[in-house]
Each structure stands twice: as structure tokens, then as C-alpha cells.
């Protein structure tokens, strides 16, 4: 299994821009397609993003989608989320979660390996 760091979190005006880092440790990181998930107080943790090994496709939730964007740097183990135009709906802890398979990658039980969490909170 790879560990997974996130950074990047913090409070926000709504309106503005965050970006999360994701490091993994490991020297397959370029094997694993990468996920970030998402879980506000009281709700179930719901896809955000995902991207594949390779950087080649990129997967969104409604919810985010012309606002958020996924992207990895295989040569520094590390994938992102920039976040712009912040709702407060955008509050939450975002997880990142990593798996060497591409199933359902919109279902948090396809990824194996989690971080612990980054809080975002966006306020209004």
C-alpha cells in the first residue's frame, strides 16, 4: 500500500481558491490512479475527483466540475486539487485515496489506501 499525506487546507472566503497536495510515499505512486473524496459534518464521504496512473483522464462530481481541477506530478509522488469560485458548500474534510485499480472510482470502496484528511471551510 502507498501512505498518503494531504496538505493545503485551510479557511476561505467564498469566492476564493485553495489547493490541495496529496504526497505519497512509495516509489510506485505512477502505478496508482488517484482519488479525492470529500465529507462534511453530519453527511456520508462523497467523490470529488479522480485521475488516472498516467494523468490521461480526469473524472469530476457534478458539484465540482468547471470549478475544480485534478492534477498529479509523477515525479514528485504528489496529485492536486485546485479549488476555485468556493462555495460554502464546498465545506468539508477532503481525503485522498489511492488504488492500483479503476473501477467504480465515483465509490470511495474502490480506493485502498486513504490519508488522513485536510479541513476546508469556506466561508460566506
Known amino acids: 500500500q502507498v501512505q498518503l499525506v494531504e496538505s493545503g487546507g485551510g479557511l476561505v472566503q467564498a469566492g476564493g481558491s485553495l489547493r490541495l497536495s496529496c504526497a505519497a510515499s512509495?516509489?510506485?505512486?505512477?502505478?496508482?490512479?488517484m482519488g479525492w473524496f470529500r465529507q462534511a459534518p453530519g453527511k456520508e464521504r462523497e467523490f470529488v475527483a479522480a485521475?488516472?496512473?498516467?494523468?490521461?483522464?480526469?473524472y469530476y462530481a457534478d458539484s465540482v466540475k468547471g470549478r475544480f481541477t485534478i492534477s498529479r506530478d509523477n515525479a514528485k509522488n504528489t496529485v492536486y486539487l485546485q479549488m476555485n469560485s468556493l462555495k460554502p458548500a464546498d465545506t468539508a474534510v477532503y481525503y485522498c485515496?489511492?488504488?492500483?485499480?479503476?473501477?467504480?472510482?465515483?465509490?470511495?470502496?474502490?480506493?485502498?489506501?486513504w490519508g488522513q484528511g485536510t479541513q476546508v471551510t469556506v466561508s460566506s
Open positions: 512509495g516509489r510506485t505512486f505512477s502505478s496508482y490512479n
Open positions: 485515496a489511492a488504488d492500483t485499480t479503476f473501477g467504480h472510482y465515483y465509490r470511495d470502496s474502490a480506493f485502498g489506501s
Open positions: 485521475i488516472t496512473w498516467s494523468g490521461g483522464n480526469t
